[in-house]
């Protein structure tokens, strides 16, 4: 339990994080890979509709986003539904901002689990390229961010190597943070202005 807490904590403090990931115990690396595995396998088998999210406007689109960048395996079916949400909503700028914060925190599953597992990465050449290449705070914010705007199924394995390779939490954070902004801004004009919801049905 101490140690799922500190990993939460971690999440929340970038300075916590950072400590976590320099003095990691066997037992809290574990908790971290079973969260990570947990929060996938309960989403394969709950039988749950994401689409009621969809009624819940603005929380919908922070829940659904947080849900399915959380989860590295199983694919949640976010587009349709941020799409909805945003047609539907009041206020489709707050629908922007709700459904990139989820989805950035949602990332930070990931980056926790390699600040915590950076072991794995340890041993290779290539790791050490990488290593010098986000040595440079403002083209690592630069790549993280234009990483997060695309639709792409191997940012977890990003999220990943930069909490491995000792990226700044508030850097990862903000960074695709303000990704998920353009994209989620692209998304949501699309769904407005094009009638969106009858391409993704």
Not at 28 to 53: E, T
């Amino acid at each position: 339990m101490e140690a799922a807490q500190r990993l939460a904590l971690g999440a929340l403090r970038p300075r916590a994080l950072v400590d976590l990931g320099r003095t990691a115990h066997p037992v809290q690396k574990v908790v971290a890979v079973l969260a990570l595995v947990g929060i996938n396998v309960l989403l394969f088998i709950a039988p749950f509709d994401y689409h009621v999210l969809g009624a819940l406007a603005y929380p919908g689109a922070f829940l659904v986003t947080l849900i399915a960048n959380a989860a590295v395996v199983v694919p949640v079916p976010y587009i349709p539904i941020v799409a909805h949400i945003a047609q539907t909503a009041g206020v489709p700028v707050l629908v922007v901002l709700a459904a990139s914060f989820g989805s950035a925190l949602g990332e930070c599953v990931a980056f926790a689990v390699g600040r915590v597992e950076k072991e794995l990465f340890e041993g290779h050449a290539w790791v050490e390229r990488i290593r010098r290449f986000f040595a440079h705070p403002r083209r690592t914010a630069l790549f993280l961010f234009f990483f997060a705007i695309p639709l792409n199924p191997v940012f977890d394995v990003g999220g990943l190597g930069a909490g491995a390779l000792g990226v700044p939490f508030r850097t990862f954070l903000i960074a695709v943070w303000l990704g998920r902004i353009v994209r989620f801004a692209i998304l949501a004009y699309i769904a407005i202005e094009f009638d969106a919801l009858a391409l993704l049905s």
